[in-house]
């Protein structure tokens, strides 16, 4: 079950890695096809047109390394009455995009199609004092992580399985796989926490508890059950634990279950912010079901880190919160994210926050780190 | 909403997660759903597989991409002439009365639904394995197993259809109702709702999820309604069934699909120059053409004009208005049309559902249907030119004029909550499984 | 013409000339009436058309500002303004609130003249009305007259505009009802009428009957100058009325039909009870101049019989007429008369054969008288003879005995004439040739003719070449002929000219032979033309006076007619008519 659930998470991962190419590939290989149409070398223009989902930042780059392939091909390249007129369409369909090309040469006509899966769009940087740092990508849901021993090797929940990495040239190299024994199905809008314990980890997903050690192996004991945790690995007073088949936590600091809970503020069911007492919080919706608190030297009340308000199902964001005399005070920009979150924790480590999002393009499940820097 | 709505009713797995957003789902409630078309609560749960996505599911299903992935059977080995298929069955899986699915219980209805398309199939059951054999070869029987008719399920005498998906039946009012309620162990994750309440509906749009079918004065909706449209799922073409040439030529440039996308669809429908649509093929827009009305009265200057009869579907009043546009613009070029109700036009109006997301087996299908099965043969799913010369040859002969293409039309009431995620998954197939509601 | 003939034509003469008088007048009337009544009627349909059309254009103004002052219009006109509205979404507006108002049309049209909604014709969204762009004052034009197009082709509207502001254009809303049969339905012609709304002006027209060549030169007429006008056919009367559009333009012909066939039902009716009447007056003549033949005429008719009876010679005729009215007078004034006629005739006859007997005695004393004194004298010779000279006795005897002889063979010839008149014989009827006859009895005169010894009488031969054959005894016929011949040279002593004539003469019933012998002599009176035929008349001094009659009764024996035409000094014409 284990090599069989590692089986499809690597070949997930690995056709993810195999089908992908860079622009400068693909712009390679559509400049060699449309050469071999045209051997007698005519003078050539050049159009692009965007039918995609690519930025224009990324349109513009491709289309200034396909016309130099051409160039470097043989074909001269004119804008000024040319021969030849190529017109290339980066069309997208559910499968990925398409490179359409027409070459246009007097009453000739000739079409080259080239689907092309291009690499994930550069994001836009966020411009704020939240700093985001990826730390994995995959297409199986990530409900957290934790990386350990200095940040040289890294655990991945996922909804049925544990994954372990060890960090080698920069890059992340997936060491070995342990599956949950689940005792009941996944819920719907898998939720799930791993931290970092003497000796290993403890995992824990609605309906099941596991512990698991990374050496020399990586083994996982699961059983049925909620065991209770603390929400925050600096806030040990707030203990919660997962109720099965759901996708909310319970606790006695609290009446009735809820999404998120940090320094006494906790995300319910119907969507208030409320404190033990059940108050709510003075701004209505300042934030959506996810938050943490993380803690900086750039302020002196705790952060909270929060996901958007809302339904935002193409996008999300994130902001930072102070919160005083029951009010929510953004205190950083919306740092806007390419997917909904699906997890946002505190992390191991104090200061930090482990981000989970699913990227509304590729439909990957990206983990991050944040953190904040004062603002200059 | 079409009976193709029905099989959208499907479930989604759990592996894959569901699209939330920046609020967390709620579980709980009960999802009120109001269809125009009573022919979708007609059918017996089981009779058509229309609405056996929600309540039953396939062995495999068809991705966003297209591509074919694990549903019941979580692997497949066949053999090199394809004629010999090997499945192995999703472990801990089970039936809404407890039966847990193996390959016994599996292989009737399995095998029911092959029968329908292979006469020489047949379905050995073996622990969690299932072995499909045929005479001949079927290397596209992923596809098939991939569409809800083939839904394995159960039935006994008190329930019609006893399936492994995310609902289950509680009440049906064959044509009026059908109540679903959650499976709380359903291998994917129990959904989000705790029922789900489907009924023809008026044209109130009180429900928390109503369709909006073209044409309907339903496009008038409650304030706070979103309105969500799937992707292009629809083809509407003017069919000929007399080629004659030069004449359709003339009218497919008569035709101004700009006003039909702009008022007729309130902009939620697209311009159809090809068979398929641009976001399947991807080059749909090298079909594209502009009207040119006085090209079009060139070309038919010298023909003797035959009177044209349009036939479009009675009670289809989305399909009348474009007929009557169409005969519009056809007047504009001196071609006189008259729509009709009737059968056995010059022209028909045909209104094609798309059923996959897969553009060759798409084409396929669609060629089939035009009776070109013969060009079927040439396509070359990993070379998309194969498909585009083939619809460009089709194209050619005028045989079929497209016009536009339809998305399905939603509205929904603001507690209604994952809508527009959980469909990103699947274009075909509403999953509401991952739909919340507020309570 | 019988007296019940004129009785019959004077009756329905009056009948039908009555008849027909009063007919035509009343026809006369009843047309006029009825073109009158026609005309009040057309009047009131127009008129009331016209009622109907004002009630109509200010329904129609008062539902176009009810649409112009509903919220999703306002809404439209705010949103064009602001620039920001798709139009697309009020595509199926107009058709809503033309339901709303029960408009038939009903178009909202953008600044640049796009339909933005048709109610009447979805589909032409997009479209241009340029119309509506003219820089006028719509909502002074009022409620106008309009062809409207249609997907199934045009119509006529009563239509009005109005216009919002939206931004820096307008937002129009032009609409209306239809002007058609259901219009014309909510007028109420009377009986006979009928309404028309011609649309279709160009139509190609249809002369197939007369009505509807009528209703086509009308429409011609009243396209070339448009104005209200009517024509009658025989059928019905047509009265055009012309409704104009904003421009004046003819757009459709209000036809009123006012049918003529009451009023020729009428006329038929009228004739039928005047042909009845003129026929019944004709039968009342009829019978009633039956009735007054029966009354009159028959008894006059009867009367007339007596009298031809009278005429042919059957003097006893008596009328049996048994009234006592004028005509019973009549009658009995006529057997009165014949009685007495007969009395005359038989005395007449009496008298005539007492005149005849002594006619015939006086011509026998004086035919006799010359042979007899002879006689006697010759006696008398023979006694004084034998008394004075015995010996010239002899002499004296054997000349006395040859005159007493010759004396005696004249008064045997002069019985003989008499003896061969009493004792004519019945004709031998044979096929004969009277110019045959005719020549052979000339030819035997000719010597005659031709003496030395009297005066030249010339003969002059006329005879008929078509003379059919007579069924007559040749015998007698010629004697007859001679007899009329000797007549004639007898009455030219002096000479003259003989004609014989025949001729043919083709009758109705039968044809008839003519033979006339004329003398170109003397001539005779009346009297003795009157007289001539009776025996032992004559007018010669010698003779027998049994020519004629016996010429009278060949005629008679072959039952032809014989007559004399005669005038003093002009000569005598014997005309002898026989049956062929």
Redesign the interface.
């Known amino acids: 079950m284990t090599r069989?659930a590692f089986a499809?998470l690597f070949g997930w991962v690995t056709v993810a890695i195999v089908q992908a190419q860079s622009p400068q590939e693909a712009a390679a290989q559509l400049a060699a096809r449309i050469s071999s149409q045209l051997p007698r070398h005519p003078t050539v223009s050049l159009e692009l047109r965007n039918?995609s989902s690519m930025t224009p930042v990324d349109l513009s780059s491709f289309g200034r390394i396909l016309e130099e392939d051409l160039r470097k091909s043989g074909l001269p390249m004119t804008a000024m009455q040319p021969e030849t007129r190529v017109r290339v369409?980066v069309?997208?369909?559910?499968?990925?995009?398409?490179l359409?090309a027409?070459i246009l040469g007097g009453e000739n006509r000739t079409?080259?199609?080239?689907?092309w899966i291009a690499p994930p769009a550069s994001e836009t940087k966020p411009r704020i004092r939240i700093l985001r740092t990826p730390i994995w990508s995959q297409p199986?849901?990530v409900l957290d992580l934790v990386l350990l021993d200095s940040d040289s090797e890294l655990l991945v929940l996922s909804?049925?399985a544990v994954s372990s990495f060890r960090m080698a040239e920069g890059k992340w190299i997936p060491a070995d796989v342990a599956a949950i024994s689940l005792a009941r199905?996944?819920?719907?809008?898998?939720r799930g926490r791993i931290e970092n314990v003497p000796g290993g980890f403890r995992v824990y997903v609605p309906g099941t508890t596991c512990s698991g050690s990374l050496h020399p192996a990586l083994r996982l004991a699961c059983a049925p059950g909620n065991e209770a945790w603390a929400v925050s690995p600096r806030e040990a007073n707030l203990v919660a634990r997962w109720v099965t088949?759901?996708?909310?936590l319970e606790s006695p600091s609290f009446q009735g279950a809820f999404?998120s809970g940090a320094i006494g503020w906790f995300?319910a069911?119907d969507?208030r912010i409320s404190d033990r007492a059940g108050n709510s919080l003075a701004t209505p919706e300042p934030?959506?079901?996810?938050f943490a608190n993380i803690e900086t030297s750039c302020a002196p009340d705790p952060i909270l880190l929060a996901?958007?308000?809302?339904?935002?199902?193409?996008g999300?964001?994130t902001q930072a919160f102070e919160i005083a005399s029951a009010r929510a005070t953004p205190v950083s920009e919306p740092m806007t994210l390419g997917g909904?979150?699906?997890a946002l924790w505190p992390a191991e480590t104090a200061g930090q926050a482990t981000l989970v999002i699913?990227n509304?393009q590729t439909?990957n499940y990206e983990a991050s780190r944040l953190g904040l820097a004062c603002a200059e | 909403m079409r009976r193709r709505a029905w099989a959208w009713l499907a479930l989604s797995s759990a592996c894959l997660g569901a699209l939330i957003g920046a609020i967390r789902p709620r579980y709980g409630g009960t999802l009120t759903v109001e269809l125009s078309n009573a022919s979708l609560l007609r059918d017996s749960p089981g009779a058509s597989g229309h609405l056996s996505a929600a309540i039953a599911e396939t062995l495999v299903r068809a991705g966003p991409r297209g591509i074919i992935e694990p549903q019941l059977a979580v692997a497949w080995q066949r053999e090199p002439d394809n004629k010999r298929w090997r499945f192995s069955l999703r472990p801990k899986v089970t039936f809404h009365d407890g039966e847990p699915l193996n390959a016994v219980s599996a292989a009737p209805a399995l095998l029911a639904a092959l029968k329908k398309h292979y006469g020489d199939a047949t379905v050995t059951a073996g622990g969690q394995a299932l072995i499909v054999q045929f005479d001949h070869p079927v290397p596209d029987l992923l596809a098939e197993l991939a569409r809800p008719e083939t839904a394995v399920f159960r039935r006994n005498e008190t329930n019609p259809m006893i399936g492994t998906g995310p609902f289950r039946v509680t009440a049906w009012e064959p044509g009026r109702r059908l109540t679903l309620a959650a499976f709380e162990d359903y291998w994917g994750g129990r959904p989000f709702l705790d029922s789900i309440v489907l009924s023809l509906g008026s044209a109130t749009a009180r429900a928390d999820v109503f369709d909006i079918p073209f044409g309907s004065a339903r496009h008038v909706v409650p304030e706070g309604t979103r309105i969500w449209a799937s992707p292009a799922s629809e083809l509407v073409a003017l069919l000929a069934a007399n080629p004659q040439s030069t004449l359709l030529q003339a009218l497919s440039l008569a035709i101004d699909r700009a006003p039909i996308v702009n008022v007729l669809t309130q902009r939620r429908g697209e311009a159809a120059f090809g068979i398929l649509p641009q976001w399947m093929s991807g080059y749909a827009f090298l079909f594209q053409t502009v009207p040119d009305v006085a090209r079009a009265k060139q070309l038919i200057v010298q023909l003797r004009l035959p009177s044209i009869n349009l036939t479009y579907p009675a009670n289809d009043s989305f399909a009348r208005s474009v007929a009557d546009r169409i005969a519009l613009n056809a007047r504009d070029a001196g071609i006189t049309i008259q729509p009709t109700t009737s059968a056995g036009g010059n022209l028909t109006l045909v209104r094609w559902p798309l059923e996959s997301a897969d553009a060759a087996m798409e084409l396929t299908r669609l060629l089939t249907l035009l009776g070109a099965s013969e060009r079927a043969g040439s396509l070359d799913p990993t070379k998309p030119e194969t498909l585009y010369e083939a619809e460009r040859a089709l194209l050619d002969d005028h045989r079929v004029i497209p016009l536009v293409y339809l998305p399905e039309v939603y509205g929904l009431a603001p507690r209604v909550h994952n809508w527009e995620g959980a469909q990103k998954r699947d274009p075909f197939r509403l999953n509401l499984e991952n739909v919340w509601v507020d309570q | 013409m019988s007296f019940r003939t004129k009785v019959f034509l004077s009756i329905t003469t009056t009948v039908v000339i009555t008849v027909w008088i009063v007919a035509s007048v009343v026809s006369t009337l009843v047309t006029s009436s009825f073109e009158r009544q026609d005309t009040q009627r057309t009047a009131a349909l127009v008129s009331q058309f016209r009622s109907e059309f004002e009630r109509r254009s200010a329904e129609v103004e008062r539902r176009i500002d009810a649409v112009a002052n509903s919220d999703p219009v306002q809404r439209l006109a705010v949103n064009l303004g602001a620039s920001k509205t798709d139009t697309a979404q009020y595509y199926d507006q107009a058709l809503a609130l033309a339901k709303e108002q029960s408009l038939n049309f009903l178009e909202l049209v953008g600044p640049d003249g796009s339909i933005i909604s048709s109610a009447e014709w979805p589909a032409r969204f997009g479209y241009k009305e340029n119309w509506l762009l003219q820089p006028i004052d719509w909502k002074s034009q009022g409620v106008f007259l309009q062809r409207a197009q249609l997907a199934d082709g045009p119509a006529l509207a009563l239509i009005t505009v109005r216009t919002l502001n939206a931004g820096d254009g307008l937002l129009y809303i032009a609409g209306g009802q239809r002007l058609d049969k259901a219009f014309l339905d909510s007028l109420s012609p009377a009986p006979g009428m009928n309404i028309r709304l011609i649309r279709d002006l160009d139509a190609p027209a249809r002369s197939d009957t007369a009505d509807s060549k009528l209703a086509d030169d009308l429409i011609q007429d009243v396209r070339a100058r448009p104005h209200e006008l009517s024509l009658t056919g025989p059928d019905l009367t047509l009265t055009a009325i012309p409704l104009l559009g904003r421009d004046k333009q003819l757009l459709a012909i209000l036809m009123v039909e006012n049918s003529r066939a009451e009023l020729a039902n009428l006329k038929t009716y009228i004739q039928g009870t005047a042909w009845i009447a003129g026929s019944a007056g004709v039968m009342l003549g009829l019978a009633f101049s039956f009735w007054a033949a029966s009354r009159v005429t028959q008894p006059l008719l009867a009367l007339a019989a007596n009298v031809r009876d009278v005429a042919s010679g059957k003097w006893n005729a008596r009328a049996r007429i048994d009234s006592t009215d004028e005509v019973g007078q009549l009658a009995q004034d006529f057997n009165q008369m014949t009685e007495q006629l007969v009395e005359q005739r038989d005395r007449m006859i009496q008298a005539e054969r007492v005149a005849a007997w002594r006619e015939l005695a006086r011509r026998l004393a004086h035919e006799l008288k010359n042979p007899l004194f002879p006689l006697q004298i010759t006696i008398e010779n023979l006694q004084r003879a034998r008394q004075a000279s015995p010996a010239q006795f002899d002499e004296v005897f054997h000349e006395s005995t040859s005159t007493l002889l010759a004396e005696l063979d004249n008064l045997k010839t002069i019985v003989g004439r008499f003896s061969d008149f009493a004792r004519m014989p019945a004709p031998h009827l044979e096929p004969v040739d009277l110019n045959q006859v005719v020549g052979e009895v000339a030819k035997l005169f000719d010597a005659q003719l031709d003496a030395l010894d009297r005066p030249r009488i010339a003969k002059i031969l006329q005879l008929d070449d078509n003379l059919p054959n007579v069924s007559a005894d040749p015998e007698q016929i010629r004697r007859a002929l001679r007899n009329l011949v000797l007549n004639a040279l007898d009455a030219m002593p002096k000479g003259g000219t003989l004609t014989l004539r025949t001729q043919r003469l083709d009758g109705p019933v039968e044809s008839k032979v003519a033979l006339e012998v004329s003398d170109t002599g003397q001539g005779l009176t009346p009297e003795e033309c009157a007289r001539l035929f009776t025996p032992y008349y004559t007018t010669k001094e010698h003779g027998t006076g049994l020519g004629l009659a016996i010429v009278q009764s060949v005629v008679s024996d072959h039952k032809g007619t014989i007559t004399v035409r005669s005038e003093p000094g002009k000569g005598a014409t014997f005309r002898i008519e026989l049956p062929a």
């Open positions: 069989v499809l039918l369409a069309s997208e369909t559910a499968r990925g995009l398409l359409v027409e079409v080259i199609m080239q689907p199986e849901p909804p049925a199905p996944p819920a719907r809008d898998p088949d759901r996708n909310v999404y995300s069911v969507r934030w959506g079901s996810d996901s958007g308000p809302g339904d935002n199902p193409g999300d964001q909904p979150i699906v699913r509304s439909g």
